[in-house]
């Protein structure tokens, strides 16, 4: 069974401050691995897409790498605002429609 | 182009109420999901279709059921409303299967008591 971890579940950084949110999942078998993010009371809305074939993708501020060999995926965001405080999840597609969701860490960037 | 809309927004039930949850997309996706979101639990999946007509069990399916009659909505339905049914529903889209990326909707926060 897919387990997905991410650490930490929570961070406080200070604004323009370059930061790292780490993802990990058990079965290497996978599709692809998606970034998130949920502002509170809000739906998901969709970061970055990384394939299985893939190494990383970039939008903007965001880079998201990814090592299906040792199962971890890591969202990187350049010179933080607070505009990014929000929940950020990833998700794993393996096979069967299967797609296992991380619990999140929560970003808090402090003016 | 709305992309994934769900209605209700918000819902209370009573326990034993039953309830219908909608879930539109207008970007022609082939499948659609319906999720639950909990504290500290993470999305699981419900129930998922893989085109109009089709559905099947996700990893939580107890105690709902859905219908695809057409291909742009997914309906999820609560027979026998529960407090453990208290959460927040999402429904998702995609294209197709394996590398497609999912587009989610707004979520539905249900409270039954």
């Known amino acids: 069974k897919q387990e997905v971890t991410q650490i930490p579940a929570a961070l406080s950084v200070p604004e323009g401050e370059n930061l790292v949110l780490n993802c990990s999942f058990t079965?290497?078998?996978?599709?692809?691995l998606q970034w998130f993010r949920q502002d509170p009371g809000k739906g998901l809305t969709s970061l970055l897409l990384i394939q299985s074939s893939q190494r990383e993708q970039t939008s903007g501020r965001l880079n998201a790498s990814l090592d299906k060999s040792s199962g971890r995926s890591t969202l990187y965001i350049a010179a933080s605002q607070p505009g990014d405080s929000a929940t950020y999840l990833c998700?794993?597609?393996?096979?069967?429609?299967?797609?296992?969701f991380g619990t999140g860490t929560k970003l808090q960037v402090i003016p | 182009n709305a992309g994934v809309t769900q209605t209700p927004k918000f819902r209370v039930l009573k326990t034993g109420q039953s309830m219908t949850l909608l879930c539109a997309q207008d970007m022609n996706h082939e499948y659609m999901y319906w999720y639950r979101q909990d504290p500290g639990m993470g999305l699981r999946l419900i129930h998922y279709s893989v085109g109009e007509g089709t559905t099947a069990k996700g990893e939580v399916p107890d105690g709902y059921n859905v219908s695809r009659l057409k291909k742009q909505n997914f309906l999820l339905g609560l027979e026998s409303a529960a407090p453990s049914q208290t959460s927040v529903y999402f429904c998702a889209s995609s294209p197709l299967a394996g590398a497609y990326e999912q587009y989610f909707g707004p979520g539905t926060r249900l409270t039954v008591t």
């Open positions: 998700a794993v597609r393996g096979g069967y429609q299967k797609v296992t």
């Open positions: 079965d290497s078998a996978i599709y692809n």
